[in-house]
């Protein structure tokens, strides 16, 4: 592949729902530029973006993936990003390097909800946005419904630029509005149409639809806006102006219409880009810190280089593979930069432009071109690659934590050994999942996007590198506090030959507020019990408590005032007072009215309004708490407050609920009061477990 400045680039995101046709459009894209010598298909396993084991064997993308093409002198990257809602965090790492993005919508099911988060995203992002209605050749597809789904979610600003000849399976090609121009397609052909009369019985409706897109392009231009009232209509030209001044402006979204898998209306979704998407070099200027100060950076190929890292992928063979935008000056082949987050050197040997999991090598990519190089050596997702005489940092996508957590579990000896090793390289490509440990539980945690999205990676951990795990819920970490008050007094005293033990600690135990953790208090006069030995009751209390009482979960959010005792010359000891310490401990929550804690947590779901009602009574039955309620557009949020263990199976139950058509996110508020009925089942299955266990070690 030839070098291409950064005026002649175009990168382009295809956005969209589960299963809307977006890798379909990257592969029926690819063979019509000719990087592919047949169309490839989704179900065949063998689209040019979807490389990845896991991808192919559920038809789904599940990672962004890359797609340099040439059209018309122009070089289009498509990145096609997955659009299944646990994704939606590579989706937001992606569009970082995207300036312009095409929604790609299903003609039978019309606008639905991940279609409408990532527009949202890209739209944050100030990207030019445009429309295309695929799989028009479908059974029950409508080109008139699904505009009125896009124009609800969208507004009127979402135009059709296109209307189809033909409907469902008669689909066969496309009416150019702004032209007036007719094109027919071989189905599966090369993409690329003929140019045919209109339809004479779509003639009216497409001279009304050209109207409509003639208004709409002149209303934000004054100037075409006179020449419209005066002349009552406008040149193509002009069309093409006010279509392309309002795309910029975010007022405009161009509709067209598409069947990738039989590759139809192809070369037109080409043209769009080359046409209508913002060059890089266009693009506002990057923002990032240089020596400490904030600044700007324009994406030009004059001055000093500078690239962005915006994805990480581990792959077995060819070992880290780091995607990157250029953002400023020229990177060359073999070239040496900087990491500057490490402050390490990296050499960028073989670059090169991506189709798919492959690597074309290229001598050097300039500002606004994607590219991708193997093999660096501390670079990963978010880090900034500079010129060591200017070294720019830009920010790394900010991603939320993980909505869910599992219990990861090695199946032998030898997969605990290698699983370590082998989740480290999937964090490394993976910035949204979480891998720790569980410091009460005792359990190695794998958390992320949905329980689907740890599945998919313990399905990797096992093809990949031959680890085999199992998952299983997360223990409930709860916690014992207290309600009442207590005034104690702890004794130990134990006389054998020699030397004896004898400690004694009067304490007063009093509640906290919730999350205080715990405070000690020495309220100690006159020597009762010598100074060197108060630490040693603190400690033996603390023992105690990270033990339990009721459950043997830790005690939590409570005070103890140490303010008598007595002690031995010769008997007493750190021991000893750590003893009546625990003593103290276990006699005071006795008194103290012992309740169980458990963990609370923030829900935010989103999903189609019609669905409103069930999932609140489902919260209900969950023993939650609806906080607050939000409507943007057809899509209804509804945020609460849940007991985290009755979120456990929540993302199987929403897809139920919802025929996969909502997305949650779950992060810990607060722990809170377990009522008494489950606390006693709790306490019940605490006891029995340790009943258990101490049977085996007899």
């Known amino acids: 592949?030839?070098?291409?400045?950064?005026?002649?680039?175009?990168?382009?995101?295809?956005?969209?729902?589960?299963?809307?046709?977006?890798?379909?459009?990257?592969?029926?894209?690819?063979?019509?530029?000719?990087?592919?010598?047949?169309?490839?298909?989704?179900?065949?396993?063998?689209?040019?973006?979807?490389?990845?084991?896991?991808?192919?064997?559920?038809?789904?993308?599940?990672?962004?993936?890359?797609?340099?093409?040439?059209?018309?002198?122009?070089?289009?990257?498509?990145?096609?990003?997955?659009?299944?809602?646990?994704?939606?965090?590579?989706?937001?790492?992606?569009?970082?390097?995207?300036?312009?993005?095409?929604?790609?919508?299903?003609?039978?099911?019309?606008?639905?909800?991940?279609?409408?988060?990532?527009?949202?995203?890209?739209?944050?992002?100030?990207?030019?946005?445009?429309?295309?209605?695929?799989?028009?050749?479908?059974?029950?597809?409508?080109?008139?419904?699904?505009?009125?789904?896009?124009?609800?979610?969208?507004?009127?600003?979402?135009?059709?630029?296109?209307?189809?000849?033909?409907?469902?399976?008669?689909?066969?090609?496309?009416?150019?509005?702004?032209?007036?121009?007719?094109?027919?397609?071989?189905?599966?052909?090369?993409?690329?149409?003929?140019?045919?009369?209109?339809?004479?019985?779509?003639?009216?409706?497409?001279?009304?639809?050209?109207?409509?897109?003639?208004?709409?392009?002149?209303?934000?231009?004054?100037?075409?806006?006179?020449?419209?009232?005066?002349?009552?209509?406008?040149?193509?030209?002009?069309?093409?102006?006010?279509?392309?001044?309002?795309?910029?402006?975010?007022?405009?979204?161009?509709?067209?219409?598409?069947?990738?898998?039989?590759?139809?209306?192809?070369?037109?979704?080409?043209?769009?880009?080359?046409?209508?998407?913002?060059?890089?070099t266009h693009r506002p200027k990057w923002k990032g810190t240089l020596n400490g100060k904030e600044t700007e950076r324009t994406i030009s190929s004059d001055g000093p280089a500078s690239a962005f890292v915006f994805k990480t992928t581990a792959d077995p063979f060819q070992g880290r593979v780091s995607y990157f935008k250029v953002i400023s000056g020229v990177i060359k082949n073999d070239a040496h930069l900087n990491n500057v987050r490490t402050g390490g050197d990296e050499r960028l040997a073989h670059i090169g432009c991506l189709l798919g999991k492959a690597i074309q090598p290229v001598t050097e990519l300039r500002a606004g071109d994607i590219g991708a190089v193997a093999k660096l050596r501390d670079t990963l997702t978010g880090d900034t690659l500079a010129d060591k005489s200017s070294q720019i940092a830009y920010p790394p996508v900010e991603l939320p934590e993980p909505s869910i957590a599992y219990a990861i579990q090695a199946k032998t000896r030898n997969d605990e050994d290698k699983m370590g090793n082998g989740i480290h390289r999937i964090l490394e490509e993976d910035q949204s999942l979480r891998f720790y440990r569980d410091p009460q539980t005792k359990e190695f945690l794998l958390a992320g996007s949905g329980q689907q999205h740890v599945e998919i990676i313990c399905s990797k951990l096992k093809k990949r590198y031959h680890v085999d795990v199992e998952l299983h819920a997360p223990k409930i970490p709860y916690r014992e506090t207290i309600r009442g008050t207590a005034d104690v007094q702890g004794r130990h005293k134990k006389q054998t030959g020699g030397h004896g033990q004898f400690g004694d600690c009067k304490i007063k135990m009093s509640p906290l507020p919730r999350g205080e953790k715990f405070e000690f208090v020495n309220d100690i006069f006159g020597g009762a019990i010598p100074r060197q030995f108060v630490p040693a009751v603190e400690k033996g209390i603390l023992e105690a408590a990270e033990r339990g009482y009721l459950a043997g979960f830790p005690v939590v959010d409570f005070r103890v005032t140490l303010y008598d005792g007595s002690y031995h010359d010769v008997d007493s000891n750190e021991m000893s007072f750590k003893m009546a310490g625990r003593k103290a401990f276990r006699l005071a929550m006795e008194q103290a009215k012992p309740a169980l804690l458990e963990p609370i947590m923030d829900v935010e779901v989103q999903a189609p309004v019609e669905y409103a009602g069930d999932l609140m009574g489902d919260f209900n039955g969950r023993r939650g708490r609806v906080s607050g309620m939000d409507v943007k557009g057809?899509?209804?949020?509804?945020?609460?407050?849940?007991?985290?263990?009755?979120?456990?199976?929540?993302?199987?139950?929403?897809?139920?609920?919802?025929?996969?058509?909502?997305?949650?996110?779950?992060?810990?508020?607060?722990?809170?009061?377990?009522?008494?009925?489950?606390?006693?089942?709790?306490?019940?299955?605490a006891k029995a477990a340790k009943t258990g266990v101490e049977e085996e070690e007899e």
């Open 1 to 280: 592949m030839k070098v291409y400045d950064g005026n002649d680039v175009r990168n382009v995101a295809l956005i969209g729902h589960l299963n809307s046709g977006k890798t379909s459009v990257a592969a029926a894209a690819a063979f019509t530029c000719g990087a592919t010598n047949r169309l490839t298909r989704v179900d065949e396993g063998n689209t040019p973006t979807d490389f990845d084991d896991e991808a192919i064997a559920r038809k789904i993308t599940i990672a962004s993936a890359v797609a340099s093409l040439e059209w018309k002198k122009t070089k289009i990257n498509f990145l096609d990003t997955p659009g299944f809602n646990i994704f939606t965090n590579d989706v937001k790492q992606t569009l970082v390097a995207a300036d312009g993005a095409l929604a790609i919508i299903d003609g039978v099911a019309g606008v639905e909800v991940q279609t409408e988060r990532t527009w949202a995203i890209a739209g944050e992002y100030g990207l030019c946005r445009g429309i295309v209605i695929n799989k028009l050749d479908r059974e029950r597809a409508s080109f008139e419904r699904t505009m009125e789904s896009i124009q609800a979610a969208f507004g009127r600003g979402a135009v059709a630029v296109q209307f189809p000849i033909g409907a469902e399976r008669e689909f066969k090609g496309v009416v150019d509005l702004l032209t007036m121009k007719a094109f027919t397609y071989t189905l599966g052909g090369d993409g690329k149409g003929q140019e045919c009369e209109i339809p004479a019985n779509l003639a009216e409706a497409a001279q009304k639809a050209h109207e409509a897109l003639i208004e709409i392009a002149a209303e934000g231009d004054d100037k075409l806006m006179e020449e419209f009232f005066e002349q009552g209509t406008l040149p193509a030209e002009h069309i093409h102006d006010g279509i392309l001044k309002g795309i910029e402006e975010g007022r405009i979204f161009p509709v067209m219409c598409a069947a990738a898998g039989s590759n139809i209306g192809t070369d037109e979704i080409l043209d769009f880009c080359v046409g209508y998407i913002d060059a890089p």
């Open 634 to 685: 057809t899509t209804q949020i509804i945020k609460a407050q849940v007991p985290m263990s009755e979120m456990l199976s929540y993302q199987n139950d929403l897809i139920s609920m919802t025929q996969g058509r909502a997305s949650f996110h779950m992060e810990f508020s607060h722990y809170d009061y377990l009522p008494s009925q489950q606390a006693e089942k709790v306490i019940a299955a």
